[in-house]
């Protein structure tokens, strides 16, 4: 007889429920503007554009707006010990640069995006769409994120 | 009847059973090894310190070791732009002190963690116990933690 509550036995235990729902979640719908500054900027105005923007990861792009690197808080720190004058320093010098940057997309899984972050040892990732010749940046996902996902589920289960 | 599975109706959904498991995560389960530096140490150390050791935030305490202040990536970033000598600045003066330093015990919730990290807007706390005159530091957590807990969580369910 089937029980009287509006649920049925699914043969899958209330962990697996959940990670079901947790599996579906996409960078997309966590992910965060990008911040973005152009290849021939300096050191010091990078250092000025994170902190206007309150970021942690610039994301550096060439003329055709196609991402060439990664600056993070991490690099411009490291600049700014190793060198007297910020202003006459590049970001192209100090960031890390393609191929050697890990990127994700918006339909990719939020757990997999997550994971990255953390083999990696890395602050953020770019999220991007393949263009013709290049990768077009859309999005930022960090720790952050991925923190504000956890929060808000709880939140939404009325922990 | 009583389904022959060994899985009985609790009134409960898969989500609220999830949520109890992740109501009981603790802090002391998930923090790190906290890095601290004394209240009298150069700016400029402080930053070889951080970089040796590689963490994000770093922890500042007087001669009785206990906790009087907090150095971020962001705090170090902004001492350095804004100043010609990081050798001759005492972190005291650049850190965040008590008692504007949002803190957390062993036995706190991760998710209550989580929630203050979102909220503050900041990237460690320090894990203290009270001793009889301030707060000794055990432990530090970060949003790397709360990212490593989500993918470790998911991966135990076998995603």
């Known amino acids: 007889a089937r029980p009287r509550v509006g649920y049925f036995f699914t043969g899958k235990t209330g962990s697996e429920l959940f990670t079901e729902k947790l599996k579906k979640f996409k960078v997309r719908e966590y992910q965060s503007l990008p911040i973005v500054v152009e290849e021939d900027v300096s050191a010091y105005d990078a250092i ?82 393949p263009a013709e010749d290049g990768l077009e940046v859309v999005g930022r996902l960090t720790k952050t994120n991925i923190t504000k996902a956890l929060v808000e589920l709880a939140r939404d289960q009325h922990i």
Chains 1, 2 share one sequence.
Do not use: W, Y
Not at 69 to 84: F, T
């Open 48 to 129: 000025c554009a994170m902190f206007l923007e309150d970021v942690g990861t610039l994301f550096v792009t060439n003329h055709k707006s196609h991402l060439v690197g990664v600056l993070s808080r991490k690099d411009l720190l490291r600049a700014s010990i190793g060198s007297k004058d910020l202003t006459s320093i590049p970001v192209h010098i100090i960031m890390t640069r393609m191929p050697n940057i890990t990127i994700c997309e918006p339909e990719d899984l939020l757990l997999d995006a997550a994971q990255k972050l953390i083999e990696k040892q890395i602050d953020g990732l770019p999220v991007v769409n």
